[in-house]
């Protein structure tokens, strides 16, 4: 009878002892208990994350800026396979230094700008002026300027310096969606409405944030 009972104060005293080890814990983290003991099953399972570590993903990947290569269904718009290589204002590539007179500005008369709307160059006959192409990768391209090697499908996408061309394009085969073709003319103003559109200023700072 000794022996049982001596059982039974042990095993209450445990019992109490997991009880105030419990409500301690609760009460410095915030967390149930119970929270903490269903994902030992995850930490002891091979191959799995535990629960704490994919309720951290999905937190994480709320917070990541959205991209707009997954935010539109980009297959309702015509593709067309293109070479797009990159360009700047320069003399590498207009032959134009900064003291010219048309230093960066292009054939519709608009000036050069990497932006969420950038100036692109292309064969007009293929795209014409205002054509508003997106680009993987590059982001929205509006037709502004032509070129005398830029002929059929091919594209030039407008960078600030050589070295962004090379850092961040170079020369791809890419295809590219057409979301709205040009009527043969663009200005200053239409790109500004296009690049201070509010509803899309959530993908603009991702473009302003990496030029600065």
Do not use: C
Request: aromatic share 12%; no cysteine; net charge neutral.
């Amino acid at each position: 009878m000794n022996g049982f009972r001596q059982f039974v104060r042990r095993s209450a005293m445990t019992l109490l002892f997991f009880a105030a080890l419990t409500a301690t814990f609760q009460s410095v983290s915030g967390v149930e208990a119970k929270t903490v003991l269903h994902s030992f099953p995850n930490v002891l399972s091979v191959g799995h994350p535990p629960v704490w570590e994919l309720k951290e993903r999905a937190k994480n990947s709320q917070h990541s800026p959205p991209r707009l290569e997954d935010h539109f269904d980009w297959s309702k718009y015509p593709s067309v396979e293109v070479i797009a290589t990159g360009y700047t204002a320069g003399a590498e590539s207009t032959g134009k230094t900064p003291d010219h007179p048309e230093y960066g500005i292009t054939y519709s008369g608009v000036r050069v700008k990497r932006d969420l709307y950038s100036t692109i160059a292309a064969d007009l006959s293929v795209f014409p002026l205002g054509t508003i192409l997106f680009i993987p990768g590059y982001g929205f391209g509006v037709v502004a300027d032509k070129g005398g090697a830029i002929k059929g499908n091919r594209i030039d996408l407008y960078y600030e310096t050589v070295e962004d061309v090379y850092k961040y394009w170079g020369k791809r085969k890419v295809h590219v969606y057409v979301v709205q073709k040009g009527d043969g003319t663009l200005s200053e103003e239409e790109l500004k409405r296009l690049n201070e559109d509010e509803t899309m200023q959530v993908f603009r700072q991702q473009y302003l944030q990496s030029k600065s």
